[in-house]
């Protein structure tokens, strides 16, 4: 006969077991520190406080406390006076302190350090799409996989035809030469008008990006940052030993006033931003916008790096700095990961021929060069327009999608702080979306609080939405308890 016994929900939907010989305490500490190891939370997290805690997993507040402190004791979380524990920076093994002894400034002369990127493109990977509405690529079943082994299966064969056969030897340090001859192509579409031998493929844009903080900037260089913005890139930049600058992100670009001063009082080097489908905003930069900053750029004697990751799926005729300014204080950077897949790790950036020279340099000695095979791949897709089609079906199939969450989204009490396009969406959830994040969690869903998008680590109700896999209505009914509960409280 079974001896039933009383359990108290725990972290990730598990239960603690009141029938265990390990104490309750013990057995939250234990659930908790597993979070932190697989980078569920991240360095810097807030955990609930102990009278919440206490009343979700249905234990005493001497229990938590207890947790707290043998999570304490292990390096895992520090505590904050009068502002409760945090999981402490580093606290995650085997995650590099990437940028740890760096600070950003914040309003009223305070500092807070960047999300540990290790840690966060830790969790990303380790996120279960289906249970991550906040997540920043499209569904593996949106990707037109047919397209990829056909292209592959065409590249091989191709390759022992050829008097420089792909197989066999490095690439051009360049980049494919027809990959770079149908980028030519490809970025005539969206206004930008360049040579072959101004643009150099990379390993993915965020090699791209790399490749720019390291070799055109210098320690110690200030960086205008958007805020919000995309956090690995900050703590990207904190680790090279910039400083952050952050402008404030509305919904046609920066905030021009607050750019101005910052340019003024600090004389920056570089502004790196998203112009067209932001993340994690979804915002696009206004023809206005984009003038007054390139006269700023001008002013200031910086020059602008320009993430158009999300190229595909937007409009053409949209407004791209690199377009205006033709390209001489500019630096265009793209990739292929978000619409083809996230295996082709091919990227590129385009600006004038000087940094191209530069760039090209720095690259060799980094990587010698980067795939000729997947570069190849790139250029067939796009030489025969299967790239473009399949552009169109995703784009179609997530305006659909758009229609669907942004009902379910005011249905459960959430605003847009902007009319929703592209992929994401920037969410007011009303309630602090760093403890809704906590309580989603325990239910099985991975949230993207506004913390995670904040140069200056500022909590707040905003969260992001990715447009294609937020559809499931089970995340929003469970969304619905979780803020009405915390409405309450």
Known sequence: MKTSTSTAAGPQGTALSRGS????????????????????????????????????????????????????????????????????????????????????????GQTEKPLDASSLIRSMFQADPSSAPGL??????????????????????????????LLLQYGEPAGDE??????????????????????????????ALDLITRNLLKPGDAVLVDEPG?????????????????????????????????????????????SVLHNPTG??????????ILQLAEAGDFFIVEDDTYA???????????????????????????????AFRVGYLAASPERITRLTEA?????????PLLERAVALCLEQGQLRRHAERVQDRLAAARQRVVRMALEAGCQFTAPPQGLFGWVDTGVDTERLAQRMLDAGWHISPGLMFSATRQPGTLMRLNFATAQDARFWRQLQRERDALQRT
């Open 21 to 108: 010989s390990v104490p309750l305490a013990q057995q939250l500490a234990q659930r908790y520190a597993e979070r932190i190891r697989q980078s569920l939370l991240l360095p810097g997290a807030r955990l609930p406080s102990v009278r919440e805690c206490a009343q979700r997993h249905g234990v005493s507040p001497h229990t938590v406390v207890a947790a707290y402190d043998q999570l304490l004791a292990q390096g895992l979380l520090e505590a904050r006076k009068q502002r409760g524990f945090f999981v402490r920076d580093g606290a995650a093994p085997a995650a590099p302190l990437a940028t740890r002894g760096t600070r950003t400034p914040r309003a009223g």
């Open 136 to 165: 920043g690529t499209l569904p593996s079943e949106w990707l037109d996989q047919a397209m990829l082994q056909t292209t592959m299966r065409r590249v091989v064969v191709q390759s022992g035809d050829e008097d420089s056969p």
């Open 178 to 207: 027809r990959l770079r001859m149908a980028l030519t192509r490809r970025l005539d579409d969206v206004g930008i008008a360049c040579t072959p031998g101004q643009i150099l493929s990379t390993v993915g844009a965020t090699h």
């Open 230 to 274: 995309w956090a690995i890139e900050f703590a990207r930049l904190t680790q090279a030993g910039m400083r952050l600058l952050p402008v404030p992100r509305g919904a046609e670009g920066p905030d021009l006033d607050v750019m101005a001063r910052l340019v003024e009082q600090h004389g920056p080097r570089a502004y790196v931003t998203v």
């Open 283 to 292: 915002n696009t930069l206004s023809l206005g916008a984009a003038h007054r």
């Open 312 to 342: 595909f799926l937007a409009p053409n005729h949209l407004p791209r700095l690199s377009a205006l300014d033709g390209l001489r204080r500019s630096i265009y950077v793209s990739g292929f990961s978000k619409i083809l897949t996230p």
């Open 363 to 371: 690259k060799m000695l980094q990587t010698l060069t980067s795939s």
